[in-house]
Nanobody
Framework: QVQLVESGGGLVQAGGSLRLSCAAS????????MGWYRQAPGKERELVAT???????NYADSVKGRFTISRDNAKNTVYLQMNNLKPEDAADYYC????????????????WGQGTQVTVSS
């Protein structure tokens, strides 16, 4: 059973910062790419940032230069440092992990966290 537990959301003023954390657990072979997605009310879930096990990162254009994704492979934890937050960043933020469940698995399985809310006041 894979679990992703997010923390760090909350209310912040525009221009402020928050740091989200997502701790992954479970008896799996490897946690591959991990990432953050967000979903605002009435909108579809969208990519924020991803990071591979080797540290390669990918960001949505809207957050480049303001958000930084990182991970601690020893702890199976991924972080999202969000600086200079804007009202349009307000959303529920979800952690994801592409998991190789066993050494012989031929495909990855994607798991999701329960989400953490980020509210940005203007």
């Amino acid at each position: 059973q894979v679990q992703l537990v997010e923390s760090g959301g909350g209310l912040v003023q525009a221009g402020g910062s928050l740091r989200l954390s997502c701790a992954a657990s479970g008896s799996v072979f490897r946690f591959n790419t991990m990432g953050w997605y967000r979903q605002a009310p009435g909108k579809e879930r969208e990519l924020v940032a991803t990071i591979t096990g080797g540290g390669n990162t990918n960001y949505a254009d809207s957050v480049k230069g303001r958000f930084t994704i990182s991970r601690d492979n020893a702890k199976n934890t991924v972080y999202l440092q969000m600086n200079n937050l804007k009202p349009e960043d307000a959303a529920d933020y979800y952690c994801s992990a592409d998991v190789r469940t066993t050494a012989w698995a031929t495909r990855l399985t994607t798991y999701w966290g329960q989400g953490t809310q980020v509210t940005v006041s203007s």
